[in-house]
């Protein structure tokens, strides 16, 4: 597809303003030097070639064809070409799925007649697609007329062709070269996530860009994302548009917290990919790494700096960022100090306006740092040094291109106002420039990022199947059963039906006690007075007994109500969630946090895929910050951190064993000093599987 040596394009024009138009005169004037066929069905000369009233009149079965004609000539023209022989398809037309159900029906026959002939197809809504080292611009991309895309190791994979040419526009005026650029459209059949795979071989890709709206096979993407990181291909993803949770899976704590986008993050994280948040932190962090050639080896950061405030700055991106900047070593110090008397040697470390005293100060410091440190990149704000080119030449080009020479493996960042011709010279020595300090520190954190992914990649676990129909849940007592088989921790409550047998249970458990009413209408049992605390004789149970079911009767006089739940009252520990969200693009989704009430105001959790291994459940464990309670926060004891990891792995099992269920909170597992409990549990089963 991207090394087609012939092209038809089928709705050629003679006008090369109009899109068939365009995408004819691209290829003529980019340098492409494959063979071409316009194909109209006037069958006259066009734009200086030889035209075809039909692709089936070419005297050679093209590589590729690009089909722009009406929507309604669309599938017709296909037809044809696949008839002819070409091996792939390039379907700019748009009016298919993305418009109404007789249009997907349209763009359905087309993936089947493809994929029958072994035909691969981008689109059909699509911008097309450029290989810039061929020249190959099987696009009608407006962007064109005003940037000549320049050859280079970036490729970007888009679902949104207009997306895609703002980014591609915005990245060549900033000198960014690109090897690949595809934009999906419907993807019929060509997604983004094949694009991936693709480019993750791609000896001229160093660098990939992605852009997408949703995966339509969530595995696929996965799958693709992980051999990228494998290849050592950073990918840095936009992702926009957050999908509607279905009423059911919202009412859960875990359905509001671990979403689709959560779903998205976590798995982005696990397969070592990166999601930026703005077109230009996007090209901040594809630039960096397409200059330096690689990720920083660590995430230490020494800073050099002329303005105290800067380097304040700098500091803050840190923190933002997961950056450090570890103080500069003694030895570092001492010879800094020697080099530059009247700096303040630390990091930042300050030069002041004196540097300008000393030859070749600035990367003599350079030098001093990254030689008596650890410091994987050096970031050097020069002010305006940059608006001085023939100044900038002879005072910083070739003692950088020896700094970096000496210095191979780690990275040095500029931030200076500058004029291009400064920029291209220090990028050609692996050198980026940014004008903006904390967009350098950001990017850098960004690319840190990636490689401390890269070395925890995400290595699925075998999760413990145990065959068993999942029964009626729609309760918390019933939930409770179905989690106790699972293996979770869930004390001895007893369903009590009056309360007579709540006293019952009561006596036999030891008090105090909790009761709490049961019934498949109330979810969150608080809030209609449902549960009373801290019960402490036969009296009080019967009192509590009488109370919840006037509280439910007012609140929700319909409910179904099948008793009331009496519970050990547990006390101390520390109260944390645990849930499960089917998600329907990665599947099962495994939820830890701080519990409570009070879940979704902190929303202090952590997502990751099922199934779990003890060690990724850990993980995910610590990057809590009310892991610290469970420590031992303050001096208080350390609770059961391996009750916690156990419950944790036990739930991803129950969650791949039971692909009906939907959502699982598990809120509050209370963690103690070597206990754990379930206190309350909701499962919802998708629709059709409920009972």
Known sequence: MFDAKSVAVIGASSDPDRIGGRVLRFLRESGYQGKLFPINRSGSEIQGLPAYPSILDVPEAPDQAIIVVPTSAVESALRDAIQKGVKSVVVLTAGFAEINADGRAV???????????????VGPNSLGLLNVESRLFSTFSVVLYGVSPKAGNIALATQSGAFGSALYGAATLRGMGFSKIVATGNEADVDVAQAIDYLAEDPATKVIMAALESAKDGQKLRRALLKAAKAQKPVIIMKVGRSELGAAAAATHTGSLAGNDAAYDAVFAECGAYRAQSQEAMLDIAYLVSTTGHLPVNNELGVLTSSGGIGVMVADACGDSGLTMPALPETARKAMLELLPFAVAANPLDVTAQITSVKNGTVRALDVMLSNSSYGTTLAYLASAGLAPATFKTSYEQPFAELKARHPERDVVVVTLSVPEVDRELEKIGIPVFNDATRATLALGAAATIRARWSNLYEPAEAKHEAYKLGDVSTEALAK?????????????????????????ADAMGYPVVLKIVSPQIMHKTEVGGVVLNVKNADAVRAAHQQILDSVHVHVPDAQIDGVLVCPMIVGGTEMILGVNNDATFGPMILVGAGGVNTELYKDVSVVSAPLTQARARQAIDKVKATALLKGWRGSAPKDMDALVTAMVKLSDFAMNHPEVMSVDVNPLVVREASAAVLDAVIIKHPEAAL
């Open 481 to 505: 059963e179905a989690l106790a088989e699972a293996g979770l921790p869930v004390p001895q409550d007893v369903l009590a039906i009056n309360a007579d047998a709540a006293v019952a249970a």
């Open 107 to 121: 763009q359905d026959r087309m993936a089947a007649m493809c994929k029958a002939a072994g035909v691969r197809m």
